[in-house]
């Protein structure tokens, strides 16, 4: 399988090369609300991607779609050496390099660290050589370990200073690239400093990070006191149809990190689906003229919905993140075929007596995607002997077994879960897929087949699939699964 490439890396290298900085005989006038936006925006999304990066509770998609969009750190950028504990060490250095410092996180901190930079009271200076120094409030909370020792680390929302270099594009349009070259506690400058406008409360500003804060703090508020702490955040979907893209990951990964900091004690538990009571977290989004409606229902243990809260931000700000964020017509219909076909029989949590079966991937159970060259691993487990027949659904319809045939699954396998021999690579034809299971402890009627380059592709379309595997003590489980390529 070929591995993600670590944030450290694409923060360094996506997009770079060399690097120049500006050029000797600089623009004579400089708009300087537009640059402090610009700038406003840019560590944004820069602190988005290290919060996704540093969080134990994001998957390896929430964290590559991050880092694949923000190379705004230099080459040669240095930060304070502010991630051990007093004591810790006493002879570190006081500064490290980027690539350093983001791999000391990543080694220290097993169990995620939980990071947030405030931008509400941010306070900036421009200076003559270029440099732009932006203070804002740094927040820091996580459990450090070396050498089989923990200590607590808590840096609770001091004063950062960020230095921003400043790269010309071109002269003419007055253009100006913006990079971080340091990161630092120095902050001796900062009454001369200039306050920042709350640039977030003018809708066209407003930032994909602003939606997934506000969402995030009236989530944590509505949590009941009397539920459980205990929650699961379904990757967010256009129009709530199950088809999933890089900015599904990117909202994804930014609200659970912003959530966990609005609401510290709330366990984020691994998208599976659980028969313990627990509160669960649906977002979609959808287009509305020029805008993105985003919106996150919260719903509790019982199956009803707590609170419903949405927030919109222009289409072209969230493009400025990510292209192709709409999904064509023909992922929707696919999509709906799939929906309208095959639905998941509900988990029979208060009856133990009662067949449970599950089927996931090595991503979990729920809508997830596969980049072209990805490896993917199907495990199911029961709680009692039966019958199972494991089916997928490419890009183009085609249906074809997994494992070749219907199995069994024997009493000594019950309560395991069981990986099916074979890996796949995702490969082209990509779109909108699935991964369907079946479990029965009676018979399936037989589907007509046919054996071609290896594989045993089925004669049916999906209804007749679905009525050839139905039966009493049958559980029916699908994986929207969206494919695309590199």
Not at 104 to 111: D, G
Not at 179 to 201: G, Q, R, V
Request: net charge neutral; aromatic share 8%; proline share 4%.
């Amino acid at each position: 399988m070929k591995k993600l490439l670590p944030l450290i890396i694409l923060l360094i290298t996506l997009g770079n090369g060399s690097i120049s900085f500006a050029q000797k005989q600089a623009p004579k006038t400089i708009d300087k609300n537009e640059i402090t936006l610009q700038s406003v925006k840019m560590l944004k999304k820069t602190k988005a991607s290290l919060q996704v990066f540093f969080s134990a509770e994001t998957d390896n998609d929430e964290k590559n779609a991050w880092s694949s969009i923000v190379p705004n750190l230099l080459e040669g950028a240095v930060f304070e050496n502010d991630i051990n504990p007093k004591d810790a060490f006493s002879n570190d250095s006081k500064e490290l390099p980027i690539m350093e410092y983001l791999e000391v996180i990543k080694t220290r901190f097993p169990k995620g660290l939980n990071y947030n930079i405030d931008f509400h009271k941010a306070k900036v200076i421009f200076k003559k050589n270029q440099e732009i120094y932006v203070y804002a409030k740094k927040f820091m909370q996580g459990n450090w370990y070396f050498d089989g020792n923990s200590k607590p680390l808590l840096n609770d929302y001091n004063w950062c200073r960020i230095v921003l270099k400043q790269e010309m594009q071109n002269s003419k349009k007055q253009a100006v690239k913006l990079k971080i070259a340091y990161m630092d506690n120095d902050i001796k400058e900062i009454n001369s400093a200039t306050n920042i406008p709350d640039f977030s409360t003018n809708l066209s500003q407003t930032t994909l990070e602003d939606v997934a804060e506000k969402i995030a703090s009236d989530i944590s508020k509505a949590v009941p006191k009397s539920e459980t702490e205990e929650i699961i955040i379904d990757k967010m979907s256009f129009e709530g149809k199950n088809v999933i893209n890089k900015f599904s990951e990117l909202f994804t990964g930014e609200l659970k990190t912003m959530l966990k900091l609005a609401h510290p004690s709330l366990k984020i538990t691994l998208p599976v689906r659980s028969f313990n009571r627990v509160l669960q977290l649906k977002s979609n989004y959808t287009r509305q003229g020029d805008y993105l409606l985003i919106s996150s229902t919260l719903i509790n243990s019982s199956g009803k919905e707590i609170i419903t809260t949405s927030n919109k931000i222009l289409l072209t700000n969230a493009e400025d993140l990510l292209k192709d964020i709409i999904p064509s017509q023909n992922q929707l219909i696919q999509s709906d075929v799939l929906t309208n076909n095959i639905t998941n029989t509900p988990a029979e949590s208060d009856n133990e007596s009662a067949l449970q079966f599950e089927i996931k991937t090595n991503k979990g159970i729920r809508p997830q995607s596969f980049l072209e060259g990805e490896l993917l691993s199907i495990y199911v487990v029961a709680n009692k002997p039966c019958k199972v027949r494991v089916i997928y659904k490419d890009a183009q319809n085609n249906l074809f077994f997994m494992n070749d045939n219907d199995f069994s699954i024997s009493a000594k396998e019950i309560n395991v879960p069981i990986k099916l021999p074979q890996d796949f690579k995702c490969s082209a034809p990509f779109g909108v897929e699935a991964l369907i299971g079946f479990a029965t402890t009676g018979t399936f009627r037989a589907l007509k087949t046919e054996k071609k380059d290896g594989v045993t592709y089925l004669l049916e379309d999906l209804e007749n699939l679905k009525n050839k595997s139905a039966g009493e003590q049958t559980i029916e489980r699908v994986i929207p699964i969206t494919t695309y390529a590199k």
